[in-house]
């Protein structure tokens, strides 16, 4: 089975002993185990205190492997974030940003915020919503960083309906409760979990609105691939759910 994994990160984390993927070691390691393609970002722009270098590294790092397609981390709440923006997009690569709400500190209610999408809008490049990179109870003791709440998801949602949108990292209770309500709304399955996880979530949620993603390093890539192979779809279905959805997400 092919698949695009919509959520997989390259670089350093301080507070746990993930694997420090390359490029390459990503690469190895995804098709191990029956993932051909991946969105990946850069992990050293989480604690940093601009995020340019890192993506820059991400750009450079990933120019020869192409089934790895680099998704830049964009900060609003800097003042040169346009700046960042301008360089990162120059690359016919990147279709697709991330934003870290609450490691960055960023108000999704913002007019930075909304700026942020306008200027995507015009140069065609989507947004993925970070809402957690870690289950919040095994943060760092010095750390109190929670997920993005709901309410302020669900208000900006509301207020940017014709903006497709990528939320990664939501809770299976917490996709059976948004998604269905934004159309417009892409959910990975990288946090959603439950018995027989997406024939649950397809008791609410349209097929047409998951993607496949694995969030490695941090959970374990293998069980990303039982949840597919656990779910039961078949032909056109189960390729809509391991790569196709993503691929039309991306179309500009």
């Known amino acids: 089975m092919?698949?695009?994994?919509?959520?997989?990160?390259?670089?350093?984390?301080?507070?746990?002993?993930?694997?420090?993927?390359?490029p390459r070691t990503l690469l190895a390691h995804l098709r191990d185990r029956g993932i051909d393609r991946a969105i990946v970002s850069p992990l050293d722009a989480v604690f940093a205190p601009e995020p340019g270098p890192a993506n820059r590294t991400l750009l450079r790092s990933t120019r020869s492997i192409?089934?790895?397609?680099?998704?830049?981390?964009?900060?609003?709440?800097?003042?040169n974030w346009r700046d960042e923006l301008e360089v990162c997009t120059r690359d016919p690569r990147v279709r697709m940003v991330r934003v870290l709400p609450r490691y960055h500190g960023?108000?999704?209610?913002?007019?930075?915020?909304?700026?942020?999408l306008m200027e995507l809008r015009q140069r065609g490049v989507r947004l993925a919503i970070q809402v957690r990179l870690i289950d919040e109870r095994?943060?760092?003791?010095?750390?109190?960083?929670k997920p993005v709440s709901m309410r302020d998801l669900t208000r900006f949602l509301a207020a940017h309906?014709?903006?497709?949108?990528?939320i990664s990292g939501l809770l299976r209770s917490e996709v059976m409760a948004l998604v269905p309500q934004h159309a417009h709304v892409?959910?990975?399955?990288?946090?959603?979990?439950?018995h027989d996880t997406v024939q649950n979530l397809l008791t609410k949620v349209r097929l047409e609105?998951?993607?496949?993603?694995?969030?490695?390093?941090?959970?374990?890539?293998?069980?990303?691939?039982?949840?597919?192979?656990?779910s039961g779809l078949k032909g056109s279905r189960l390729a809509s759910l391991a790569f196709r959805n993503l691929e039309r997400f991306l179309q500009p």
């Open 2 to 22: 092919s698949a695009f994994d919509a959520n997989t990160w390259i670089g350093r984390w301080p507070f746990a002993f993930l694997i420090e993927h390359s």
């Open 66 to 79: 192409p089934e790895l397609l680099p998704v830049p981390v964009i900060n609003p709440g800097l003042s």
């Open 106 to 116: 960023i108000r999704l209610g913002s007019r930075a915020m909304d700026a942020l």
């Open 138 to 145: 095994h943060e760092h003791h010095a750390l109190r960083i």
């Open 161 to 166: 309906p014709e903006d497709p949108l990528l």
């Open 186 to 194: 892409f959910a990975d399955l990288s946090f959603a979990e439950w």
């Open 209 to 230: 609105q998951l993607v496949f993603a694995s969030h490695t390093p941090f959970l374990v890539t293998s069980a990303a691939g039982a949840k597919i192979a656990a």
